[in-house]
């Protein structure tokens, strides 16, 4: 357990390059490790951390093409603590949160009664297909990834489940370069998916996947 606790310390830490999550990550990490027990640890600390140092306003800009008013529905995978979750509420975005841990769930549904926070595990999702507009997700697959590219597989998989032909991911991730196409989101068929750096984190870029 102390092994996976290390890699949950490391792998949402900001201020350590992507290359040295990597060197510490270990196959002992399970789901279990992103559960209430961590969430229960992180919330006593803060309740609010951006990962990767990736605000939610400063990503939108560096998006193009995609729709993310109303009607869009879009899903937020893995949303944590982040600050994403109060800013997307303050632009009125019509926005499914998810996250694995039932404690943070009922945490934020403290905090914003009046928003879509459902608990949710990103390998086995609860939704219909083709039911949204765009997936974003910022983290999730890399912690996920830490428990073995075949579990990531199938993450990426059920994002491209639910997404309408036509619709987008938005993937922040530790793994990403130009030319590349990270180590799981070449799993599905995507009809296009663009590399977009994002000068304003030390560890992260996003890629743009077009279902």
């Given at each position: 357990m102390l092994r996976s606790w290390l890699c949950v310390a490391l792998a949402f830490s900001s201020s350590w390059p992507?290359?040295?999550?990597?060197?510490?990550?270990?196959?002992?990490?399970t789901a279990d490790d992103w559960g209430d027990k961590y969430w229960?640890?992180?919330?006593?600390?803060?309740?609010?951390?951006?990962?990767?140092?990736?605000?939610?306003?400063t990503l939108v800009k560096h998006i193009p093409d995609i729709s993310l008013a109303p009607p869009s529905r879009i899903l937020h995978v893995g949303c944590g603590t982040s600050p994403w979750v109060s800013s997307m509420a303050s632009q009125g975005i019509n926005v499914t949160h998810i996250d694995?841990?039932?404690?943070?769930?009922?945490?934020?549904?403290?905090?914003?009664?009046?928003?879509?926070?459902?608990?949710?595990?990103?390998?086995?999702?609860?939704?219909?297909s083709d039911v949204f507009d765009v997936v974003v997700e910022k983290g999730t697959l890399d912690a996920v990834f830490l428990a073995g590219l075949a579990l990531a597989e199938v993450a990426v998989k059920e994002l491209f489940r639910v997404l309408h032909p036509g619709g987008s991911l938005v993937s922040v991730t530790g793994y990403a370069g130009p030319n590349?196409?990270?180590?799981?989101?070449?799993?599905?068929?995507?009809?296009?998916?663009?590399?977009?750096?994002?000068?304003?984190?030390?560890?992260?870029?996003?890629?743009?996947?077009?279902k």
């Open positions: 992507s290359k040295l999550i990597v060197a510490f990550a270990t196959q002992n990490c229960e640890w992180e919330l006593e600390r803060s309740q609010e951390h951006e990962w990767y140092g990736q605000n939610w306003e694995i841990s039932p404690a943070l769930v009922s945490k934020l549904r403290q905090r914003f009664p009046s928003l879509d926070i459902q608990v949710a595990d990103v390998t086995s999702l609860q939704f219909e590349q196409e990270g180590p799981f989101l070449g799993a599905v068929a995507w009809s296009s998916q663009t590399f977009l750096p994002l000068p304003t984190s030390s560890t992260a870029d996003a890629y743009l996947c077009t």
